[in-house]
C-alpha cells in the first residue's frame, strides 16, 4: 500500500531518528545515505506527518518484541514499569477497591490525567460504570505493534487529559500469514498459575491488508497469607461478635478483647482475571488517492477481588435489649448508655468476592485521501461503549442483621459461629448487585501538508459525546448495607473542538513548531490552549528541543454527576477513637466544578556522542491550579487534632473527634507542581545492546504538601530516583538473552523508611526455525520481597509500587505460517 512522499533532505536528520524512543527501545527507519525520497509517518504529539520521528516533545517507544522478551502478558504491567510512573495506579495487584481495573499514573499526577489512544484516537473508559480512565486490559497484548509514551503535556493537539502525557498504542497492520501464540507462567511458590493463547491473521483483501485476531488470557489468583512478609492482620471485627468493645464470656457476659481478626487468610494478593479479545483492522487504497481504514474491537473481562468477610458494625438500642447482656454496661450510678455499638467479623457468611462482568466495544472507521499538492484530508467515526455488572458475594444487610439481633440475642451474643442457613433466612446475607456503562461518540476531519518552504501545517475539528452512569444495589444506595452506602450516578457532556499546529523550518537545523486549539464544553464553556516547541540541531548528532505548552482537563461525568458515596481510607485516627485503619469517609461531587488548568516546560538535548553510543537528557516541569481533587484528610485530621476550627469544619469534624459525618468534597482549590529530569543512555556494540533510562523527581508538591521521596498507603510512591537498564545479547542469529534491573530508591513514610529495591530479570528467546519462537524467562530473579509500608493500602505494602508476587516463571512460544 503506498503512501504521499515528499521530498526532503535527510541526511542530517536520520541520525536522531533511533534517539527520539528515549527508553525501552529504538525506532529503526530505513535511509539510504544522500536518499531524498521518503515515507511520512505519524508521530504521537502532532498531528503533522513527517519524514522523521525527531520532534520537539520526548518520545519513548516500546515494541512488540521487548513485550514478548519481557514476559509481559498486560499493558499495564508494561507502562507501571517505566521510571516516568509514580504514584497510586491499579493492576493484578490492586484487591482493595480496584474493581479488577488496570491503569496508568504518569509523573504521579493521576490516572485521569493520562490520555490513552489506540491508533492516535481516544478510547472509552472502560472499566464499572461512570469512569474517566480507560481500563487498559481491554488492550490485548498480541494486536500491539509498539506503544509510544508521549512524556509531555498535549492538550493542544489532543484535548482533555493529556496533562501529563499520552499513551498511544499502536496495532499490528499489514500482517500477512496466520501466527499462534501461547503463554504460562507460575510462581516458585507454585501459586498464581496464569496463561493464554492468541491467534493473529493477515491477508491481502479486497484491494487491502486485512487482519483478524483473538486473544484469551487467565490469570490465577494469590493468597496473601501464602507469603511469608505478610504480618497477620489485626481487625478489631473479631468472628464471636463484640458488644461496646467487649466479647462474650460463654457464660452470658463479656470480658475485654485480647484478640484480633488476621483478615489475610481471605485477601488475594494477586486476583484473577479471565479476558477475551476479537479484533480486526482493514486497511485498503478504494482510489489512487484514498484509503480507507477500518477498526473494531471487543473485550470481554471477568474478574474477582476476594477479601476478609464484611465486618459489620451496628449501633443497638440498649432498650431493646435483655438486661442480663446489658447490665455489665451500666455506670456507677446505673445508668445504661441508649446505644451500644455491636461489632462482628461475619465469618458465618464466608468472605467477601467481588466479581465484575465487563464488555468494550470500540469501533472506528476512517478515510484520507490524498492531494497533488502533497497535502492530505483526513475523516473518521469512532463509537466506543462499556457495559458492566458488577456484584458483591455475601454482602450484610444492616438492618436485617439489628433486627435479628433484637430477635434472637443468644445465638447473637453467644460467642459462638451461627450457620449459614440462619443468616440466609433472617435476610442478612445478600449478594450485592450494580451495573453501570460508558458510551463515547466521535466525528473528527482534518486538513494536514507540507508546503514548497517545508513548512509542515495541520488543521482540524472534532466532535466527542461523552455518557456515564452507575446504579448502586438499592439496599446499598438505602443506606441498608454494612458496606458504604452510595448514590447513583448518570450524566453526559458534549465538546465540539477546533485545532491548529504548524512546523517552521527557520533554517536548516533550528525548526519551530506551535499548535492551538479550542475546545467547548455543554458543561461549562470554552477553553483555549497552546503549545510552542523548538528544536536545534548543533551539528548532525547533537540537537536541543524544548516546549513550553498549557493544558486542561475537563471534569468527568463521575466528578460532575456522582451521587454521594462512602468509601472506607487507610487513615490514623488521632484521638484514638477508631481502632481500625480503615475510616469511612463521604465522598461528594460537584456538578458545577471547572476544568482543571496547567502549564508545562520541558527542555533538552540528543545526543549522538559517537556510533553506537548515543543520550537524552530532559528537564520536565508541570504545574496544575484549579485542580479537581480532594483535600487530604489526614492532613484535615491532624489539624483539627490539634485545634484548627477550619479545618474540622473542612472535612465535617468536630474537635472532638466525631468522624461520623467525615466528609471529603471534590473543588477547584487543588494545585500540583512536580518537575524532574529523564535521562537515557543506549549504547550498541557487537552483538550487545545496552539501554539506561532514569528519571529523577525534583519535586511532586500538591495543595502545599510535598510528596518527593514519600511512600504512603493513600498518595502511593513518588521515589525521587527510578532507573532501568535493559542488556540485550544477541549470542547468534536464533538465540537472544535479555536482562533486565528496576531500580527504586527508598522513601520515606510516616515514621518509617523504605530501602532501596533492585527487580532483576532475565530471558532467553530461541528460534527454532524461521518459524517457530520460544521465549522463556524469571521475573524477580532474586524473589526480592517489598518493602514495609505500615500504612500502605494492603499487605503491609504499596503493592503497586513493590511486588507482591515474588519469583515467576514464564514461557511463551509462537509459531507463524
Given at each position: 500500500m503506498s503512501l504521499r512522499t515528499a521530498r526532503k533532505n535527510i541526511v542530517n536528520r536520520a541520525v536522531m531518528i533511533a534517539l527520539a524512543a528515549t527508553s525501552v527501545t529504538s525506532v529503526q527507519a530505513v535511509a539510504e545515505e544522500g536518499a531524498e525520497e521518503v515515507e511520512r509517518i505519524a508521530v504521537t504529539g502532532s498531528r503533522i506527518n513527517r519524514t522523521d520521528i525527531e520532534s520537539a516533545s520526548p518520545v519513548t517507544v516500546i515494541s512488540s518484541d521487548f513485550i514478548t522478551k519481557s514476559g509481559f502478558t498486560s499493558v499495564q504491567e508494561i507502562l507501571s514499569m517505566q521510571p516516568a510512573a509514580a504514584g497510586m495506579s491499579l493492576g493484578s495487584t490492586s484487591n482493595n477497591g480496584s474493581g479488577g481495573?488496570?491503569?496508568?499514573?504518569?509523573?504521579?499526577?493521576?490516572?485521569q490525567r493520562t490520555l490513552v489512544l489506540l491508533n492516535g484516537r481516544r478510547m472509552v473508559a472502560s472499566s464499572t460504570g461512570a469512569d474517566s480512565s480507560v481500563d487498559l486490559n481491554t488492550i490485548p497484548v498480541s494486536m500491539i505493534q509498539t506503544i509510544e509514551i508521549l512524556k509531555d503535556g498535549a492538550s493542544a493537539v489532543y484535548g482533555s487529559d493529556a496533562i501529563a502525557g499520552v499513551v498511544n498504542i499502536i496495532t499490528k497492520k499489514d500482517f500477512q500469514g496466520t501466527e499462534i501464540t501461547a503463554d504460562g507462567s507460575i510462581t516458585d511458590k507454585g501459586d498464581g498459575e496464569s496463561g493464554g493463547f492468541?491467534?493473529?491473521?493477515?491477508?491481502?483483501?479486497?484491494?487491502?491488508?486485512?487482519?483478524?485476531?483473538?486473544?484469551?488470557?487467565n490469570r490465577g489468583e494469590i493468597i496473601q497469607s501464602d507469603r511469608d512478609f505478610v504480618p497477620a492482620g489485626e481487625s478489631s471485627f473479631v468472628p464471636g461478635g463484640s458488644l461496646g468493645g467487649m466479647v462474650p464470656d460463654g457464660e452470658g457476659g463479656f470480658v475485654p478483647r485480647e484478640e484480633s481478626y488476621d483478615y489475610t487468610d481471605d485477601s488475594y494478593a494477586q486476583t484473577p482475571n479471565e479476558l477475551l479479545s476479537l479484533f480486526t483492522n482493514f486497511n485498503s487504497e478504494i482510489a489512487d488517492d484514498t484509503e480507507l481504514s477500518v477498526e473494531f474491537m471487543y473485550t470481554r473481562r471477568e474478574s474477582n477481588q476476594q477479601m476478609a468477610p464484611q465486618p459489620a458494625s451496628i449501633d443497638l438500642d440498649t432498650s431493646l435489649l435483655d438486661d442480663n447482656y446489658t447490665d455489665q454496661f451500666k455506670d456507677e450510678n446505673g445508668v445504661l448508655p441508649e446505644e451500644l455499638e455491636y461489632r462482628r467479623r461475619m465469618t458465618d457468611a464466608g468472605p467477601r468476592i467481588y466479581g465484575q462482568e465487563t464488555d468494550t466495544y470500540r469501533a472506528s472507521v476512517g478515510l484520507t485521501g490524498y492531494l497533488s499538492n502533497d497535502s492530505q484530508w483526513d475523516m473518521s467515526a469512532t463509537y466506543g461503549r462499556n457495559d458492566s455488572k458488577d456484584s458483591v458475594g455475601n454482602s450484610i444487610h444492616a438492618g436485617n442483621m439489628e433486627k435479628s439481633i433484637y430477635n434472637h440475642q443468644d445465638d447473637w451474643f453467644s460467642g459462638d459461629p451461627m450457620s449459614n442457613d440462619f443468616l440466609a433466612s433472617e435476610g442478612v446475607m445478600y449478594t450485592e448487585q450494580n451495573e453501570g456503562g460508558n458510551e463515547q461518540f466521535i466525528l473528527a476531519a482534518g486538513y494536514s501538508g507540507v508546503n514548497e518552504h517545508d513548512i509542515g501545517y495541520a488543521v482540524g475539528v472534532e466532535s466527542r459525546f461523552e455518557s456515564g452512569y452507575y446504579t448502586p444495589d438499592l439496599i446499598t444506595q438505602a443506606g441498608e448495607s454494612t458496606a458504604a452506602q452510595q448514590d447513583p450516578t448518570e450524566g453526559n457532556y458534549s465538546v465540539q473542538s477546533i485545532y491548529g499546529e504548524i512546523s517552521v523550518p527557520v533554517t536548516?537545523?533550528?525548526?519551530?513548531?506551535?499548535?492551538?486549539?479550542?475546545?467547548?464544553?455543554?458543561?461549562?464553556?470554552?477553553?483555549?490552549?497552546?503549545?510552542?516547541?523548538?528544536t536545534y540541531s548543533i551539528t548532525d548528532g547533537l540537537m536541543f528541543r524544548a516546549v513550553a505548552a498549557t493544558g486542561f482537563r475537563a471534569p468527568s461525568v463521575s466528578e460532575l454527576y456522582g451521587g454521594n458515596s462512602g468509601s472506607f481510607d487507610y487513615l490514623t485516627d488521632p484521638w484514638d477513637n477508631e481502632q481500625d485503619s480503615q475510616i469511612l469517609v463521604n465522598y461528594t461531587s460537584d456538578a458545577d466544578l471547572k476544568p482543571e488548568e496547567s502549564e508545562s516546560f520541558t527542555a533538552g538535548v540528543v545526543w549522538e556522542i559517537t556510533e553506537g553510543l548515543s543520550t537524552t537528557m530532559d528537564y520536565w516541569q508541570f504545574d496544575i491550579t484549579n485542580a479537581i481533587s480532594r483535600v487530604n484528610v489526614q492532613n484535615e485530621m491532624n489539624k483539627c487534632f490539634g485545634d484548627d476550627l477550619v479545618a474540622c469544619d473542612t472535612i465535617g469534624i468536630t474537635p472532638g473527634g466525631d468522624l461520623s459525618e467525615m466528609t471529603s468534597t471534590l473543588t477547584n482549590i487543588g494545585q500540583?507542581?512536580?518537575?524532574?529530569?529523564?535521562?537515557?543512555?543506549?549504547?550498541?556494540?557487537?552483538?550487545?545492546?545496552?539501554?539506561?533510562?532514569?528519571?529523577?523527581?525534583?519535586?511532586?508538591?500538591?495543595?502545599?504538601?510535598?510528596?518527593?521521596?514519600?511512600?504512603?498507603?493513600?498518595?502511593?510512591?513518588?521515589?525521587?530516583?527510578?532507573?532501568n537498564l535493559t542488556v540485550s545479547a544477541d549470542l547468534t542469529e536464533d538465540v537472544n538473552l535479555l536482562y533486565t534491573a528496576n531500580y527504586i530508591q527508598g522513601m520515606d513514610g510516616d515514621g518509617y523508611t523504605t530501602d532501596d529495591v533492585i527487580y532483576h530479570n532475565v530471558s532467553a528467546a530461541y528460534h527454532i526455525n524461521d518459524a517457530w519462537q520460544v521465549?522463556?524467562?524469571?521475573?524477580?530473579?532474586?524473589?526480592?520481597?517489598?518493602?514495609?509500608?505500615?500504612?500502605?493500602?494492603d499487605m503491609n505494602t504499596v503493592p503497586n509500587i513493590y511486588d507482591v508476587v515474588g519469583r515467576t516463571f514464564f514461557v511463551n512460544t509462537s509459531y507463524k505460517f
Open positions: 481495573s488496570a491503569t496508568v499514573n504518569l509523573r504521579g499526577m493521576g490516572v492468541s491467534l493473529l491473521h493477515g491477508r491481502d483483501f479486497a484491494g487491502g491488508n486485512l487482519v483478524v485476531g483473538a486473544q484469551y488470557s536548516d537545523s533550528f525548526t519551530v513548531e506551535a499548535a492551538t486549539r479550542y475546545d467547548n464544553y455543554s458543561t461549562f464553556g470554552g477553553a483555549a490552549t497552546w503549545k510552542l516547541g523548538a500540583q507542581n512536580t518537575s524532574g529530569i529523564d535521562w537515557n543512555v543506549s549504547y550498541t556494540a557487537g552483538m550487545f545492546k545496552v539501554m539506561f533510562d532514569t528519571t529523577y523527581l525534583l519535586e511532586f508538591e500538591e495543595d502545599g504538601i510535598s510528596y518527593e521521596g514519600t511512600i504512603g498507603g493513600n498518595m502511593g510512591g513518588y521515589s525521587q530516583l527510578k532507573s521465549t522463556g524467562g524469571i521475573k524477580n530473579l532474586f524473589d526480592t520481597e517489598p518493602e514495609e509500608v505500615p500504612d500502605g493500602n
